[in-house]
């Protein structure tokens, strides 16, 4: 027997070597993510675009960095072809380095939907739970959400922030003709966005239809907080507010048009308790909107050719599962949620049926659940 061992029926290579290089190129990535980290937190990459090229000193006088460091991280940049050298053969400390104009959007432009230095945020969150997710692991307690500290925030608001600011109010509610009339009519529509994050949506609905009122709700302190920064930052705070608070207490107070649950069902511990609130809050033309992640219809086992399916498993077992399991009871979702999940939760709290939007992205499918 070689280390090469089939899945007999499949004729699926499961290859020792092939596992050893694949993991060694994730080690190689998940390293230089890190050094992408100290690029976009310390402004580094800014510093660069700011004033064009740099030399090592004139990188660490801009930016306010050790010399030393800053010379290395230069060198370990141009090595893994993010950032330019214009003479790799002159003295290390007369090189000088710059930002590509290819490589300005994803590393700079955080509202542009190509925006990518957010990503090692995840990773340096993720490690820095990671005592308290092996404890989960194994007592079956979860870890909550503040555990996973700014870079998991920061790096759920960044990620969805230039789809909430140009995308879902200007597109997807604009291809919903009911939801649509009722956001641009008067009197002003009533908005609910539950498990509203650093309130990116909220703040992008009100820009795309001018005379609504949003109310953002989220569980946790520090998101709400930014929220209501980020709110007052884009002048909306007059038709924008925030909660504090479990969404499953949703409003008692006047009814809303729009319930939105966006990227949060698969997080909470009652889903279907919030979605039952979601309707019985509803006014009698009202909508309930959630939007969660595009799995697979049905479990399938290897899924290399899957990215996103994978993705959304290795996040879950990280992140989603044990945030859910921080409080109890929980549904204990995880980030796999299929839509027959969805449906079903919509059914257990009094919806009739759900609808798949046809609205196409590559990470969320959009649905509407039926009073
Ligand atoms: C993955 S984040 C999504 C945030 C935002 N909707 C977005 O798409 O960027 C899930 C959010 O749900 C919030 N959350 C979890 N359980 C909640 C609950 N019971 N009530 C309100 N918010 C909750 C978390 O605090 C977190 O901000």
Do not use: K
């Not at 660490?60 to 053969?89: H, K």
């Not at 000088?96 to 300005?104: A, E």
């Not at 498990?195 to 949506?201: K, N, Q």
């Not at 507010?241 to 969404?247: C, K, M, P, Y």
């Amino acid at each position: 027997m070689t280390s090469q061992t089939m899945d007999p029926g499949l004729e699926r290579p499961f290859n020792g070597e092939a596992l050893l290089g694949r993991l060694f190129e994730q080690t190689l990535g998940a390293f230089e993510l890190f050094n992408v980290y100290i690029g976009e937190r310390l402004g580094l990459y800014r510093a660069l675009a700011a004033d064009g090229s740099a030399t090592p000193d004139q990188l660490a006088r801009r930016a306010g960095i050790g010399p030393r460091y800053a010379r290395e991280w230069l060198e370990q940049q141009a090595t893994a072809g993010i950032l330019e050298v214009d003479d790799p053969s002159a003295e290390a400390e007369f090189r000088q380095y710059s930002l590509p104009l290819g490589h300005r959007e994803p590393l700079l432009d955080q509202e542009s939907l190509g925006y990518a230095a957010f990503m090692p945020r995840y990773i340096v969150s993720v490690g820095g739970a990671m005592p308290a997710l092996l404890d989960a692991f194994r007592t079956g307690s979860g870890v909550p959400w503040d555990r996973y500290g700014d870079d998991m925030r920061q790096a759920q608001a960044a990620a969805n922030r230039p789809l909430f600011l140009s995308v879902v109010g200007q597109e997807w509610l604009a291809a919903i003709p009911d939801v649509h009339h009722r956001l641009a009519a008067d009197p002003p529509a009533r908005v609910a966005d539950l498990g509203c994050g650093e309130g990116w949506l909220s703040i992008g609905l009100a820009a795309a239809y001018p005379m609504i009122r949003v109310v953002g709700v989220d569980a946790d302190p520090a998101s709400i907080e930014a929220a209501e920064r980020h709110a007052s930052e884009a002048n909306v705070s007059d038709r924008v507010s925030f909660e504090l608070g479990d969404a499953v207490g949703l409003g008692r107070g006047e009814p809303f048009d729009l319930v939105l649950i966006f990227e949060a069902l698969h997080d909470l511990s009652r889903p279907v308790e919030v979605l039952r609130a979601a309707r019985e809050l509803l006014s009698p033309d009202g909508a309930v909107i959630v939007v969660d992640e595009r799995t697979a219809d049905a479990f399938t086992g290897m899924a290399l050719d899957n990215p996103i399916e994978r993705f959304l498993y290795a996040v879950s077992t990280t992140v989603c599962l044990p945030n859910s399991l921080a409080e109890r009871p929980s549904a204990a979702t995880g980030t796999v949620i299929r839509a027959s999940t969805v449906d079903r939760y919509a059914r257990e709290a009094g919806f009739t049926s759900t609808d798949i939007l046809p609205i196409e992205h590559e990470m969320f499918r959009v649905y509407r659940l039926n009073p």
